[in-house]
């Protein structure tokens, strides 16, 4: 679902060492408003790693996010914690409360940090959990819930604090083959609604049939970018087709 507006999220020149490692090699990427971006590439390759500096979860050394026109200057509390709630990410292993339940996980933030009455939590909350079709398990706790029901009371989270964009870092990597759909079908259904997403996946048709552009990073670098139809076409000499050919037969699709 592409839009002609102006980019709505401006990563530039981003970098990242930790010691002597550099992980992140002067990466810049901008997205528009409805629009899906999908970063496949090598285990190693700096995908986490550039999302979670998207959310400064990770400090950049060098570079800038620009969010709807904004500069985000990460040493300001304030400006960083507006930043992190209009920038929903969505992690591989859930990050869920263990202690609350699914309701209680998708009510915390919008308590705490955007000081909701609880009334009021619990009426959205229960719609983003009716959205992701989890309504009936509202009252169950984590470890009573599958690893797809966990990612999406995670999406439902994310979802109720209505963030500008949504980082999804490989949601579908923790899960048993059987359990992907489920997670995906969310996916799927949030970008037809318009949401603005990059997500990290090895999923590859997935990324094919969902992605408006595929970024294909490795060795901390974006060694190329375009359409699916343009990098996965038939005999397309590109790193990115010879890589997807590679998961596809060691069983990776």
Do not use: W
């Not at 102006?6 to 060492?17: A, D, F, G, R, Y």
């Not at 719609?127 to 079709?133: F, I, K, P, S």
């Not at 999406?155 to 579908?172: G, H, K, Q, S």
């Not at 037809?192 to 060795?219: C, N, P, V, W, Y």
């Amino acid at each position: 679902m592409k839009t002609d507006t102006e980019p709505i999220l401006e990563i530039n020149h981003v970098t990242k060492s930790f010691g002597t490692n550099t992980i992140l090699h002067d990466v810049s990427l901008s997205i528009k408003k409805g629009e899906i971006k999908v970063i496949i590439g090598p285990s190693g390759g700096g995908k986490s790693t550039f999302l979670q500096t998207v959310n400064f979860l990770v400090m950049p050394d060098k570079g800038s996010i620009t969010l709807a026109g904004n500069r985000v200057n990460p040493s300001d509390k304030r400006e960083l914690c507006t930043h992190r709630r209009q920038v929903g990410m969505i992690f591989q292993d859930f990050n869920l409360f263990d202690h609350l339940t699914a309701l209680a996980n998708v009510e915390i933030g919008m308590i705490k940090v955007l000081g909701m009455k609880k009334k009021a939590a619990t009426e959205r909350a229960m719609a983003e959990l009716d959205r992701v079709g989890l309504k009936d398990q509202a009252n169950q706790y984590p470890a009573q819930l599958s690893g797809g029901q966990k990612q999406r009371v995670s999406i439902a989270r994310a979802l109720a604090m209505d963030p500008r964009v949504m980082l999804l870092d490989e949601p579908t990597s923790a899960l048993d083959p059987e359990l992907i759909g489920e997670v995906q079908s969310v996916i799927r259904d949030l970008g037809k609604g318009g949401m603005t997403m990059i997500m990290a996946t090895h999923q590859i048709g997935f990324a094919r049939s969902l992605a408006d552009e595929i970024i294909f990073m490795e060795k901390g670098r974006i060694v190329e970018q375009g359409s699916p139809d343009e990098l996965l076409a038939q005999g397309a000499a590109t790193r990115t087709r010879d890589f997807c050919a590679r998961i596809a037969e060691i069983g990776g699709e």
